[in-house]
């Protein structure tokens, strides 16, 4: 399991941090001084882990080894306005979805970052995060956190399930 300590972090003070838990219980400091690390999605290979750094207003890019180490960590979307990327949700074709709060959109990036669609919120500019799922999962649920709306968009291409559900 991958996740994030963002505290108060930014670029006055980019000590954020991503951490990766293990099957066997073992804690591991993957990445320190971010500015505000925040949501995180797997490709479909798990050789790359992309991570929502909000107050860079970027996407990175995070290369894992076979072996669990990492390399190779750079932008891999750059973006403009708002204040940044927060929740982040991928699709069966690796397909990014990424919030932009403070601008009132989510953008869908292909796996080579390039801007495929933008949803625009009806009702507010801070759209915080994202999940696919419905009957088919190909409905993006998203939130918009200065009304309290949960917003609907119908998607090109199913979400990826996040976990197995056999036993």
Known sequence: MYFTDQGQTGLQDPTGRL???????RLELLLNNIPS???LVLNK???ALFLAVTRANQIWRITLLPDGSITKV???????????????AIDEHDNIAACHVGFGAVWLFSPLGEPMLRINSPVGILT??????????????????KSGSILTARMPVPGRAMFSHEA
């Open 128 to 145: 915080t995060n994202c999940a696919y799922g419905g009957p088919d999962n190909r409905t993006l649920y998203i939130t918009e956190s």
């Open 37 to 39: 690390p925040n949501g």
């Open 19 to 25: 951490y990766r838990l293990r099957v066997d219980g």
């Open 45 to 47: 290979a798990e050789n």
């Open 74 to 88: 750079g932008a891999w979307v750059q973006m403009s306005g708002g204040s940044g990327p927060d929740g982040l």
